[in-house]
């Protein structure tokens, strides 16, 4: 069991950046596959990135790569998504998450965060 907490949403224009954080709550959050999600009005929640307990591997989405950086601090119990050169389309609550192992099926991962709110206007 691990309790999320993200912040960091907001408005943003085309083209901007934003940088989410997750807080993690427990002593073993090292032990935990890391990701991000989203899900736009009207959409299923869908896989953003994922970064492994070590940090040494990361997977992000098609639509993602290239703009988007997900990063963790262990020591702080904290993963980051740095969000670049933002579309109007990637607009959604933006949701953390942790499992075991790394999946892109959402129905899999254990523990999510309350999601925060990132809007992009054209």
């Known amino acids: 069991q691990v309790q999320l907490v993200e912040s960091g949403g907001g408005l943003v224009q085309a083209g901007g950046s934003l940088r989410l954080s997750c807080a993690a709550s427990?002593?073993?959050?090292?032990?935990?596959?890391m990701g991000w999600f989203r899900q736009a009005p009207g959409k299923e929640r869908e896989f953003v990135a994922a970064?492994?307990?070590?940090?040494?591997?990361?997977y992000y989405a098609d639509s993602v790569k290239g703009r988007f950086t997900i990063s963790r601090d262990n020591a702080k119990n904290t993963v980051y998504l740095q969000m670049n050169s933002l579309k109007p389309e990637d607009t959604a609550v933006y949701y953390c998450?942790?499992?075991?192992?790394?999946?892109?099926?959402?129905?899999?991962?254990?523990?999510w965060g309350q999601g925060t709110q990132v809007t992009v206007s054209s």
């Open positions: 970064i492994r307990r070590s940090g040494d591997s990361t």
């Open positions: 998450a942790a499992h075991i192992i790394y999946t892109v099926v959402t129905t899999l991962w254990s523990s």
């Open positions: 427990g002593r073993t959050f090292s032990s935990y596959v």
